[in-house]
């Protein structure tokens, strides 16, 4: 997909729903994921454009609302001390 039909999707995306409908859909998650995945492997100057860009999407994180760039290493974070957790979790079951 070009990188122009790509940003249209999202804005397109944007112009429609409410961020939290969006963050709702796990397709639309999954279309911000590639998104970020997808921007090291941009040229440095494309990279900058985009990274901008991307922050003016807002979404809401523990009732804050933050740019969606950092949104999604939020929940990555998260994500990561749930998992952490479960195994602390586990280990002390073991005790």
Same mark, same amino acid.
């Given at each position: 997909? &070009? ?10 995306? &944007?112009?429609? *729903?409410?961020?939290? /409908? ?5 397709? *639309?998650?999954? @279309?911000?994921?590639? &998104?970020?995945?997808?921007?090291? @492997? @941009?040229? #440095?100057?494309? %990279?900058?454009?985009?990274? %901008?860009?991307?922050?003016?999407? *807002?979404?809401?994180? %523990?009732? /804050?609302?933050?740019? *969606? ?22 280990? #002390?079951?073991? @005790?």
């Amino acid at each position: 997909m &070009h990188k122009d039909t790509f940003l249209q999707v999202i804005e397109s995306l &944007h112009e429609q *729903y409410t961020q939290a /409908q969006l963050d709702a859909l796990p397709q *639309y998650k999954e @279309l911000m994921g590639l &998104h970020m995945d997808l921007m090291p @492997l @941009l040229p #440095e100057e494309l %990279r900058e454009k985009l990274s %901008r860009d991307n922050s003016t999407y *807002y979404a809401e994180f %523990r009732g /804050q609302k933050i740019p *969606y760039n950092q949104y999604l290493k939020m929940k990555s974070i998260m994500g990561k001390i749930d998992n952490l957790n479960k195994v602390i979790l586990l280990a #002390e079951i073991k @005790l």
